[in-house]
């Protein structure tokens, strides 16, 4: 049981360049989220799932898009990616909307 | 507890000593608050919950104190140890919002030897 996986790890993208963060969870939770940290702040959600083929905006959603086919999977897509969106991403999930568990994260890094 | 900027509120305490970490929340119609823990370099860990109906809560060496009045939530956590080092945000959320989580600010805990 790995709980909430997340790749990569760190990536470096050039400005303009697009990516996929991936994050795959085997806790069969309906509820999937992704944040972004930046240094010394606290989290903000940028796109949320209540289940497959069922997305929605956070609170900073510009830039970023989202797509839930499956259960599992909760991949976060960058199109164009800016120095803005230096940060680190968290994905998380919950079985009922409440308490949630948070993967390892993926640093990414925009010059 | 709330920060301004890119500081983060920073509390010192002697190993063993107890901790207080406090934390202003913004919505009054926020139900449900969590305290999460965060190392560097890794995702936030959950430690103790609270809802909206409870003033009080223990768990093991930590209690979590809830103010609805002034909206405001501490952790208290008893006997800190070296490994209790880290970052601590409370989050609050509340039903309907699909429990999309608000973060504080966090503090910063250090624990001397």
């Known amino acids: 049981n790995a709980g909430v996986t997340q790749t990569p790890k760190f990536r470096i993208l050039k400005i303009g360049q697009s990516m996929t963060l991936q994050c795959t969870q085997d806790?069969?939770?309906?509820?999937m989220y992704w944040y972004r940290q930046d240094p010394g702040m606290g989290l903000k959600l940028i796109y949320y799932s209540v289940g497959a083929g069922i997305t929605d905006k956070g609170e900073v959603p510009n830039g970023y898009n989202v797509s839930r086919s499956t259960t599992e999977d909760f991949p976060l897509r960058l199109e164009l990616a800016a120095p803005s969106q230096t940060s680190v991403y968290f994905c998380?999930?919950?079985?009922?909307?409440?308490?949630?568990?948070f993967g390892p994260g993926t640093r990414l890094l925009v010059l | 507890g709330e920060s301004v900027g890119l500081h983060l509120p920073t509390l010192s305490v002697q190993e063993g000593d107890n901790s207080i970490i406090n934390c202003a929340y913004s919505?009054?119609?926020?139900?449900?608050f969590i305290w999460y823990k965060q190392e560097s370099g890794k995702g936030p860990q959950f430690i103790i919950d609270i809802r909206s109906n409870m003033d009080k809560r223990q768990g093991q060496r930590v209690t979590v104190l809830l103010n609805k009045t002034v909206k405001h939530l501490s952790l208290q956590i008893a006997a800190t140890q070296p490994g209790d080092s880290a970052v601590y945000f409370c989050a609050e959320t509340f039903l309907g919002s699909a429990r999309q989580l608000t973060f504080g600010s966090g503090t910063q805990l250090t624990v001397l030897p």
């Open positions: 919505n009054s119609a926020s139900d449900y």
């Open positions: 806790m069969n939770h309906n509820y």
């Open positions: 998380a999930t919950s079985e009922g909307g409440e308490t949630q568990y």
